[in-house]
T-cell receptor
């Protein structure tokens, strides 16, 4: 079993939709979780990180961690075509461990 | 500061040749990481440095791979006797915060072994 699991998608939504991206993790010892966005042939770009359980909001993006179910979520409101990218979740610690990434396409 | 810089951006090499990649982290970041990413996969951890000390190496890092970070500044990743399976994007990241809450990546070096 991989330490961080993520549905690879692809996920295709119309512009303006609310997008929900999800990951599960197996090791409850880690408290920090991150979301990165990666455009094709580019390096990952840090979107936000969260600590333990709860929500964190930054503009159109909300990250959520549910420790009881070991679930990590990223919500994107009012999605835009420019949000089309691969979204990577990761757990922090001594090193980042990533999921496989979910490819998102937002069409006009 | 322009962020994490990686060179070259692209490298095509023949099987059996040696290649070396360079990473310049964000200045004053004491942690530096190397990852490898293949198509459709997330980045896989290879190794990381705290200043000049290499603290951990993944089992993915075979004997043909070596990384250095002299003087705790830039880092190099060398692959000896390249194989076609080494074809991937090699990513470098740096952080000045424990627990990796804010680790920033470079644009990567895309290696193609023919």
């Amino acid at each position: 079993q991989k330490e961080v699991e993520q549905d690879p998608g692809p996920l295709s939504v119309p512009e303006g939709a609310i997008v929900s991206l999800n990951c599960t993790y197996s090791n409850s010892a880690f408290q920090y979780f991150m979301w990165y966005r990666q455009y094709s042939r580019k390096g990952p770009e840090l979107l936000m990180y969260t600590y333990s359980s709860g929500n964190k909001e930054d503009g159109r993006f909300t990250a959520q961690v549910d420790k009881s179910s070991k679930y990590i979520s990223l919500f994107i409101r009012d999605s835009q075509p420019s949000d089309s990218a691969t979204y990577l979740c990761a757990r922090g610690g001594d090193k980042l461990i990533f999921g496989t990434g979910t490819r998102l396409q937002v069409f006009p | 500061d322009t962020g994490v810089s990686q060179n070259p951006r692209h490298k095509i090499t023949k099987r059996g040749q040696n290649v070396t990649f360079r990473c310049d982290p964000i200045s004053e970041h004491n942690r530096l990481y190397w990852y490898r990413q293949t198509l459709g996969q997330g980045p896989e951890f290879l190794t990381y440095f705290q200043n000049e000390a290499q603290l951990e190496k993944s089992r993915l890092l075979s004997d043909r791979f070596s990384a250095e970070r002299p003087k705790g500044s830039f880092s190099t990743l060398e692959i000896q006797r390249t194989e076609q399976g080494d074809s991937a994007m090699y990513l470098c990241a740096s952080s000045d915060v424990p627990l990796n809450t804010e680790a920033f990546f470079g644009q990567g070096t895309r290696l193609t072994v023919v």
